[in-house]
């Protein structure tokens, strides 16, 4: 019984680690921006994540369609980007016609984070959003 617990203490650890280093990678691969989403009664939330520059635009991506960020932009497509500690408002646009290509940008950028988070997020599901300048 001691071995089957050890075993399950040593694989959880592992799994633990894995996660960690998943989260590292997100954080330390590259650029990494804040994108200011906004609740229905005003309030924002606040979520790091990658961005390309492609063809004159920016892009961002979403790995999960049920995230909050993702469903808080669909309900308001009005966003904030904070980048290089400049604050712009832009108006989001899901554009699935550019997953491949965007995808292919993120990874040249981000490299080994890239390639590791694909080891837990299917690429075909990630969802592109191009990032509009809007007025202040």
């Known amino acids: 019984m001691g071995f089957i617990i050890r075993a399950l203490i040593g694989v959880s650890m592992v799994v633990g680690l894995f996660f960690i280093v998943v ?6 691969a590259g650029e990494v921006i804040t994108l200011r989403t906004y609740h229905a009664d005003g309030l924002a939330t606040e979520t790091p994540l990658w961005i390309i520059d492609e063809g004159g635009r920016k892009y961002i991506r979403a790995g999960n369609p049920e995230s909050s960020w993702f469903q808080r932009l669909q309900a308001d497509p ?8 400049v604050t712009t408002p832009y108006r989001t646009v899901v554009v699935v016609a550019m997953r491949d290509r965007v995808n292919l940008r993120m ?5 080994w984070g890239e390639w590791l988070l ?4 299917d690429k075909e599901g990630t969802t592109p959003i191009r990032l ?5």
């Open 107 to 111: 990874a040249e950028k981000y490299g």
């Open 23 to 28: 989260f590292g990678a997100s954080e330390l």
């Open 118 to 121: 694909g080891l837990i997020r």
């Open 132 to 136: 509009d300048r809007a007025a202040p």
């Open 78 to 85: 009005n966003v904030e980007v904070v980048r290089d500690g």
